[in-house]
């Protein structure tokens, strides 16, 4: 099964499939398969909503940040971000687990950790640690594009995201 562990039948190199017979099968060969794939909805769930969350408060402080906007500098914006970046991180963490896929054994999470690493330095750049504008304006663009890059990497499972097209 692709070093799959998670279910028989209800798990494809893309993620969940919902054939009903193959969940039939499953469920008859293994009790609890049920609750295991509602387990495993659930917090896909709350994990793409924090990646939503986190790119779009991510591009809001970046238009403040470009604005010079008294808002970038309140409380609400230094402490929410690390409250949905913490509920992210613990989401893919239980994801990783509970469908025994872990980075270094699949290229793709590899792929999307080292995009993560490198979007974190140019987020910090972006929003804190550019010296000038200029600097702080070039590294949200490529943070904003490397975050496209790591959305495309775990929708198409690829390690190489929106640029596979771009290297064949």
Known sequence: M??????YGCVTQRGLCFDRQAMIAA?????????NVLDYL??????VTCVVLSGAGFALRGLWMLTDSALLRQRLTRVIPHLV?????????WLAIISNQYPFK??????????????????????????TKGQRV?????ALAVFGWIVSVALSRQPQGFLLPLIQ
Do not use: M, N, Q
Request: aromatic share 10%; charged share 20%.
């Open 2 to 7: 692709l070093g799959y562990s998670f279910c």
């Open 27 to 35: 469920r008859i060969s293994r009790p609890g398969l049920r609750e």
């Open 85 to 93: 970046d913490t509920a992210l991180l613990g989401s893919a963490l």
């Open 106 to 131: 699949d290229a793709w999470l590899s792929a999307k950790l080292c995009g993560l690493l490198l979007y974190i330095v140019l987020g910090a750049f972006a929003l804190r640690r550019g010296k």
């Open 138 to 142: 070039l590294a949200f663009t490529v």
């Open 42 to 47: 659930a917090i896909k769930h709350i994990h």
